[in-house]
Antibody, heavy 119, light 107 residues
Framework: QITLKESGPTLVKPTQTLTLTCTFS??????????VGWIRQPPGKALEWLAL???????RYSPSLKSRLTITKDTSKNQVVLTMTNMDPVDTATYYC???????????WGQGTLVTVSS | SYELTQPPSVSVSPGQTARITCSGD??????AYWYQQKPGQAPVLVIY???ERPSGIPERFSGSSSGTTVTLTISGVQAEDEADYYC??????????FGGGTKLTVL
């Protein structure tokens, strides 16, 4: 059974760096074809893909946010970490992590964590 | 940057067929995926690789592709199908993208 859970601060100040951790079980990020991605959703708005890391450490970033994002993995801990620099109130959103299957879709999702950016 | 375009809303009566479209220049070469999201919940994959249905998804959900447009079809719509639906794909460089979402209202 694949499960994922996001953790991190619920409130960050403008200009600060956000660090989110996705802790998962039921699969290994050392298995060929597997990946973990991050997606966010501002309140009442659409889903936005942020970043993705594959089993072979290949990384992909949203072009519009690439300069602010870093994604890393710790295979031994079954964790993927996303950092986003220079946070702004427009970054207020629910942040999800999700398992990426070999079919290149998000087939299992975490419950999401709401991050509010405010001074 | 690559974009996927969906209608903001679709409305149907119970028992009718709902069709939600998603348009994008790369769709003839890249697979599309569909997600259902109900209020306060994480999205759920309902269609992958244009037309494949994951286990546990009702048969009334189907997908199709034609040129630069993919379509999610829900036959015999039920009240429980009222939700937001998002298409997702990728471009040739491996950059992922979601559509703007379609709110399905069951009248």
């Amino acid at each position: 059974q694949i499960t994922l859970k996001e953790s991190g601060p619920t409130l960050v100040k403008p200009t600060q760096t956000l660090t989110l951790t996705c802790t998962f079980s039921g699969f290994s990020l050392s298995t060929s074809g597997v990946g973990v991605g991050w997606i966010r959703q501002p309140p009442g708005k659409a889903l936005e893909w942020l970043a993705l890391i594959y089993w072979n450490d290949d990384k992909r970033y949203s072009p519009s946010l690439k300069s602010r994002l870093t994604i890393t993995k710790d295979t031994s801990k079954n964790q993927v970490v996303l950092t986003m620099t220079n946070m702004d109130p427009v970054d207020t959103a629910t942040y999800y992590c999700a398992h990426v299957s070999s079919s290149r879709n998000f087939d299992y999702w975490g419950q999401g964590t709401l991050v509010t950016v405010s001074s | 940057s690559y974009e996927l375009t969906q209608p903001p809303s679709v409305s149907v009566s119970p028992g009718q067929t709902a069709r939600i479209t998603c348009s994008g220049d790369a769709l003839p070469k890249q697979y599309a995926y569909w997600y259902q999201q109900k209020p306060g919940q994480a999205p759920v994959l309902v269609i992958y690789k244009d037309s494949e249905r994951p286990s546990g998804i009702p048969e009334r959900f189907s997908g199709s592709s034609s040129g630069t447009t993919v379509t999610l079809t829900i036959s015999g719509v039920q009240a429980e199908d009222e939700a937001d639906y998002y298409c997702q794909s990728a471009d040739s460089s491996g950059t992922y993208v979601f559509g703007g979402g379609t709110k399905l209202t069951v009248l």
